[in-house]
């Protein structure tokens, strides 16, 4: 048997989210798929972070085990060729069994992308958040600071989160502007659902000026999910980078251009 680890790139705007469910169109499902394909057995894959309906990935990781012998070229180009045009695997690589694509990380980073402009985009709507009204990004980035560090995210996280723990640790969070984008960045050991799409709905109302820097001590103290706003859409998420321990030294992901790599 052998395990094998997987980069995954996906547009996620038309898939009902990660996880594989019965007649829905799913980034799982349509993997296993393609894999199973591949393998001329049934596969299942384990990743390392699920996403939502409507979220992207340029760094999904995902590992399998398998009895078929196949080479690396065949789970990558082979797969490919049974993978609609919206997902990519990127890389393959053969790890020992003690690799968990979920387990064995040590942070997961994701990138929000916010088109900031009063006339919105056709080319972009399924791949930013357009946002109309004019933000502060240095603003945005003073209020988050505050979330860096180990903290209770009980006011970030849905009603729906299956987590035992509402304790998170941020590692980093940025905001910048490059022209009419606003991105951020968050890096997190792992995240509660809805976690990123619910701090980009606080950042939001503080750079339009709606609520103050200080807001966002006052939410994490409150602990009450009812104080954090908004929801932020998944059309401008990515989950761009998985960071495993030195032992898995994997591609890191390419990032489009159109997605301001810095």
């Keep these: 048997m052998t395990r094998v680890a997987l980069g995954i790139e996906y547009d996620g705007h038309e898939f009902y989210g990660w996880q594989a469910q019965a007649e829905l169109y799913t980034v799982q499902g349509t993997v296993e798929a393609a894999l199973s394909t591949i393998a001329a057995e049934p596969i299942k894959i384990l990743c ?64 929000y992308v916010i088109y900031n402009s009063p006339i919105r985009s056709a080319i972009l709507a399924a791949r930013v958040t357009w946002y109309p009204y004019a933000l502060d990004a240095e603003g945005m980035q003073a209020a988050a600071i505050h979330l860096l560090g180990e903290q209770d995210f009980s006011a970030f996280r849905s009603s729906q989160c299956e987590s035992n723990t509402p304790m998170r640790n941020v590692h980093e969070i940025k ?46 103290a409150s602990k009450d999910r009812r104080q954090a706003f908004e929801t932020a859409s998944a059309t401008g998420l990515y989950l761009i980078h998985v960071h495993y321990p030195e032992a898995y030294l994997f591609p890191r992901a390419e990032i489009p251009p159109l997605f301001l790599l810095r």
């Design 48 to 111: 390392a972070g699920r996403t939502d309906a409507g979220v992207h990935a340029t760094g999904q990781v995902v590992h399998f085990d398998t009895s078929a012998i196949r080479s690396l070229h065949a789970w990558t180009l082979g797969t490919n060729t049974h993978l609609p045009p919206t997902i990519a695997v990127r890389w393959a690589q053969e790890v020992d069994t003690e690799f968990h694509a979920r387990f064995s990380a040590l942070s997961r980073r994701y990138r």
């Design 175 to 220: 905001v910048w502007r490059e022209d009419t984008y606003v991105i951020i960045e968050i890096e997190a050991n792992a995240f509660l659902h809805h976690m990123v799409r619910n701090i980009v709905g606080v950042l939001l109302r503080i750079g339009a000026g709606r609520e103050s820097i200080n807001s966002v001590q006052k939410i994490l």
